[in-house]
């Protein structure tokens, strides 16, 4: 009887020892174990500033009706935080003097639909690209049905732009200096072309299409001047969170969830749309 007890006790033990050891598996998953098992790098809590400008829609804005933040740049890098364990604090900044203030170490990354440009890579870092865009003229919807060459040809035209911008440096491209008006923001560009201050506005295509459905009777594409520009995070030089950024767009990119978040912006559209 003292050894069939004995060996009963023992299997009870061996079995307490297995469940405790399932129990502390099944465990709710924190932030630092999530990054473990995934193999992506675990940044520890660490609080991440983010620079938006909140007027550059479907990038960041102001929801009108609830005067919250919204836009692919707050889903994107919450998203990216929560795979490398990271806290995002957003602030808002001016367009004007962004690259000084990010070389400047003021802010740990940039968030504004950022186009790539080997000048600015001079200047600041650059994670990989997570989307390819293009230029487009913007113009009221009442214009009439003028194509761009003929819009071009037309000197009484005026187009607006932002300042400091790859937008701007594409009108200049395309638009003698006299006939461009820059902006502090693409908010006051627009402004000016719903007031008819300006005739159109060279802005990408994925803001464009932010715009015209804040305004879907009043603005619409007349036709595109670029198609190459590449869309990426910027960070201070030599930033030691460009590895792990890129490590968790990496990981957004081959699970799917980048694509996801791009269509959802209006980033990209399905072919058959």
Known sequence: MVRRWTWVFALLFVFALVTGCSGQQQAT??????????????????????????????????????????????????EICRRINCVPEFKEAAWDGIFEAMAAGEYDVL???????????????FSIPYVTIGQVLLVRSDCGKPDVEAFKADKTKIVGTQIGTTNEMVAKEHFSEDRIKSFETFDAAILALLAGDVDGVVIDN??????MKEHPKDLKILGQLTSDEKLAFVFPPGSDLIEPWNAALRSMMEDGTLDELNRKWGLVVDDQQ
Not at 48 to 73: C, L, Q, S
Not at 111 to 124: F, H, I, N, P, S
């Open 206 to 211: 994925v803001t464009a299409l932010g715009y």
């Open 29 to 78: 998953p924190t932030p630092e174990r999530e990054a473990a098992q995934s193999g992506l790098p675990d940044l520890g809590g660490r609080v991440v500033t983010v620079a938006v400008e909140n007027a550059y829609p479907p990038f960041n804005f102001i929801d009108k009706e609830t005067g919250e933040p919204k836009g692919w740049d707050y889903d994107a890098v919450r």
């Open 111 to 125: 968030a504004d639909g950022v186009t790539y440009t080997e000048e600015r890579d001079k200047v600041v870092d």
